[in-house]
């Protein structure tokens, strides 16, 4: 793709990004994924372009009163204000560190899911299964995705079936989709998913008592877009 560099006067030059700067301004830089068609903001060199993440923060609260909705109508219903206005918060700071956008597809998810599944314990389907097309579909690689999703989700129904009661249904069909997204960092992320949601569990398992049970469903999550945007490999 063309560079754009903007002085005092415009520079053209090849390279893989576009980039536009103005003097004394913050650098713009949207990079192209031919794939789908579709750009992402980058933030290069420490420069960050406020508009774009202020765009996207309302575009991730307008997500966010959707999947709130979502929630409301599937009977796990969760305070609206706090998933709108976390899903904003979550998909502006994302637009500052320029991941791929399976990690605003983990945001937009994480934030309703998690607040459901620690009030209702719940993680329902109507919010775990749409995760998958949408996973593989931002996916760099949707094959790998593909398999990804089957390796982790087939190892939690293993646990499921040998004890149920220690991983519910809603765990595993999560864990599946989340495997899709885990499949973009690499094929460490899954074993490291695996351990780190274990110990994300078992400090909210030392924060209170559960009479239904811990919820494992926020470690899970919060396991998953810490690994994607750190991509161990």
Avoid at 54 to 60: E, I, N, P
Avoid at 124 to 131: F, G, I, K, R, S
Avoid at 175 to 186: E, F, I, N, Y
Wanted: proline share 7%; with cysteine; aromatic share 6%.
């Amino acid at each position: 793709m063309t560079g754009i560099l903007v002085r005092s006067r415009l520079e053209l030059s090849c390279g893989d990004e576009m980039t536009i700067r103005a003097k004394g301004a913050v650098r713009v830089g949207i990079s192209y994924a031919p794939a789908f068609g579709v750009t992402r903001p980058t933030a290069q060199a420490g420069f960050v372009n406020w508009g774009i993440v202020a765009a996207l923060g309302a575009a991730g609260a307008t997500v966010g009163a959707g999947t709130a909705s979502l929630l409301r109508r599937a009977d796990a219903p969760v305070p609206a204000a706090v998933v709108v206005l976390g899903t904003g918060a979550a998909w502006a700071g994302l637009a500052t560190v320029a991941p791929a956008w399976t990690a605003f597809v983990l945001a937009a998810l994480a934030v309703p899911l998690i607040a459901a599944d620690l009030r209702h314990r719940r993680l329902p389907d109507v919010l775990t299964l749409p995760a998958y097309p949408l996973f593989v579909g931002v996916a760099p690689d949707p094959a790998k995705a593909l398999a990804a999703a089957a390796v982790f989700g087939g190892a939690h129904l293993a646990v499921h079936l040998l004890a149920p009661h220690a991983m519910g249904a809603g765990d595993v069909k999560l864990a599946g989709a989340l495997g899709a997204a885990l499949g973009s960092a690499g094929w460490l992320a899954l074993p490291v998913a695996v351990v780190l949601a274990a110990l994300i569990t078992a400090v909210l398992a030392a924060t209170r008592r559960w009479p239904d049970g811990v919820p494992h469903g926020p470690g899970l999550l919060a396991a998953a877009i810490t690994l994607v945007l750190i991509r161990p490999g």
